[in-house]
C-alpha cells in the first residue's frame, strides 16, 4: 500500500519560508517521479514542482525562482523549499507520486501566507 505523508506546512509573513517534506512508502521511489501540486480555495489544484527519478525538477511559472524541490532516494523523502512567499502561494500542498502508470497522492499540508 503506498502512502504518502506529508509535513511542514504552517502560517507564515510574505517573505518568509517553508520547507515542505513528504515521506513515500510501499513505493518503489527511486523510479518513481515525485512532486507537489497545491489546490488554492476556489480554484483547481495546479502542479507546482515535479521531480523525475534521475532528472532536473521542473517548475510552475509562478513559483519558478523561489521555490527548490529535490529527493532524497536513500531516505525515500522529497522536499520542497520554498522562498520569498507571497500571499497568493497559500493553499493546500499535496505531494504526488507517479510510477508505471499509478499516480498517488498525499492528504495535503496547509500553507497561508498571510500578514
Known amino acids: 500500500q503506498v502512502q504518502l505523508v506529508e509535513s511542514g506546512g504552517g502560517l507564515v509573513q510574505p517573505g518568509g519560508t517553508l520547507r515542505l517534506s513528504c515521506a513515500a512508502s510501499g513505493v518503489i521511489f527511486m523510479r518513481a517521479t515525485m512532486g507537489w501540486y497545491r489546490q488554492a480555495p476556489g480554484k483547481e489544484r495546479e502542479m507546482v514542482a515535479l521531480i523525475s527519478s534521475g532528472g532536473s525538477p521542473t517548475y510552475s511559472d509562478p513559483v519558478k525562482g523561489r521555490f527548490t524541490a529535490s529527493r532524497d532516494n536513500a531516505k525515500n523523502t522529497v522536499f520542497l523549499q520554498m522562498n520569498s512567499l507571497k500571499p497568493e502561494d497559500t493553499a493546500v500542498y499535496y505531494c504526488?507520486?507517479?510510477?508505471?502508470?499509478?499516480?498517488?497522492w498525499g492528504q495535503g499540508t496547509q500553507v497561508t501566507v498571510s500578514s
Open positions: 504526488y507520486a507517479y510510477l508505471l502508470g499509478r499516480t498517488y
